[in-house]
C-alpha cells in the first residue's frame, strides 16, 4: 500500500473505532435481551437489616453468602473409550453469611449473641433469624431470607469496619413482604 493512503486509512479506522467506542457500547448491553443493560441501580446503595427471633438487630451495608452449593463426588468409571472421571451431587452445604459495616453494630449483638458463644452456651446463640434486604433510601424490602439454627462464628471489627459471619442450617428466601412480625422459619 502506499505511503499517501496510510494516513488517511489510519484516521478513518481511528474515527471508526472512537464511534464504536462511544456509541457502540449500547448496542452491546442487551441489544437482543441477552445481556442486561447496565442501570443507574448499580451505584446504588443498599441495606440489609439481620434479624433475630423476628426482632430487629443490626443494620449492614454490605451482605455476601446467601446461598448453598453441593460438594462434587468424583469417580473414575472404565469404558471402552479408556478411563473417565464422572461428576456427581454430593451433600448439601449452606455458605457462611457474612455482614460488613462501618462501625459497631447494636449492643445486642455483641453482647447476647456472640457473648452466649464466647460462653460456650451454643443452645442459647443457635437461632433463627432473617436478613432483609432494601435500599437505603427506601425502607421498602426488596428481597428476604430466612435461616435457620444461626449462630455467630466471629465478629471481628478491624478499622472502622465491622465484620459478622453466622453459620446456620438452612437458609430460605421468602416473599420480601411477608408479615415481620412472623417467627423465621415457620412457614
Same mark, same amino acid.
Given at each position: 500500500?502506499?505511503?499517501?493512503?496510510?494516513?488517511?486509512?489510519?484516521?478513518?479506522?481511528?474515527?471508526?473505532?472512537?464511534?464504536?467506542?462511544?456509541?457502540?457500547?449500547?448496542?452491546?448491553?442487551?441489544?437482543?435481551?441477552?445481556?442486561?443493560?447496565?442501570?443507574t441501580e448499580a451505584?446504588?446503595?443498599?441495606?440489609f437489616q439481620l434479624?433475630?427471633?423476628?426482632?430487629?438487630?443490626?443494620?449492614?451495608?454490605?451482605?455476601?453468602?446467601?446461598?448453598?452449593?453441593?460438594?462434587?463426588?468424583?469417580?473414575?468409571?472404565?469404558?471402552?473409550?479408556?478411563?473417565?472421571?464422572?461428576?456427581?451431587?454430593?451433600?448439601?452445604?449452606?455458605?457462611?453469611?457474612?455482614? /460488613?459495616?462501618?462501625?459497631?453494630? @447494636?449492643?445486642? #449483638?455483641?453482647?447476647?449473641?456472640?457473648?452466649?458463644? %464466647? !460462653?460456650?452456651? $451454643?443452645?442459647?446463640?443457635?437461632?433463627?433469624?432473617?436478613?432483609?434486604?432494601?435500599?437505603?433510601?427506601?425502607?421498602?424490602?426488596?428481597? /428476604?431470607?430466612?435461616?435457620?439454627? @444461626?449462630?455467630? #462464628?466471629?465478629?471481628?471489627?478491624?478499622?472502622?469496619? %465491622? !465484620?459478622?459471619? $453466622?453459620?446456620?442450617?438452612?437458609?430460605?428466601?421468602?416473599?420480601?413482604?411477608?408479615?415481620?412480625?412472623?417467627?423465621?422459619?415457620?412457614?
Amino acid at each position: 500500500m502506499r505511503r499517501t493512503y496510510l494516513w488517511p486509512l489510519m484516521i478513518l479506522c481511528g474515527a471508526i473505532l472512537m464511534s464504536l467506542a462511544l456509541f457502540g457500547g449500547a448496542r452491546l448491553r442487551g441489544q437482543n435481551g441477552d445481556i442486561a443493560p447496565l442501570s443507574t441501580e448499580a451505584s446504588e446503595s443498599f441495606v440489609f437489616q439481620l434479624e433475630l427471633e423476628g426482632q430487629v438487630v443490626a443494620e449492614y451495608a454490605e451482605c455476601f453468602g446467601l446461598g448453598s452449593g453441593n460438594e462434587i463426588e468424583e469417580t473414575v468409571v472404565q469404558t471402552t473409550v479408556g478411563a473417565i472421571k464422572r461428576k456427581a451431587p454430593g451433600a448439601l452445604e449452606w455458605h457462611n453469611i457474612m455482614l /460488613r459495616r462501618i462501625g459497631p453494630s @447494636g449492643g445486642q #449483638v455483641w453482647s447476647s449473641w456472640r457473648r452466649a458463644m %464466647e !460462653e460456650g452456651n $451454643i443452645k442459647e446463640a443457635m437461632r433463627n433469624g432473617a436478613i432483609t434486604m432494601s435500599r437505603a433510601a427506601s425502607a421498602e424490602p426488596l428481597a /428476604r431470607w430466612e435461616f435457620t439454627h @444461626g449462630w455467630p #462464628v466471629s465478629l471481628t471489627i478491624e478499622g472502622s469496619s %465491622e !465484620e459478622l459471619i $453466622i453459620v446456620h442450617e438452612g437458609l430460605q428466601r421468602v416473599a420480601a413482604s411477608d408479615d415481620r412480625r412472623r417467627q423465621p422459619g415457620q412457614r
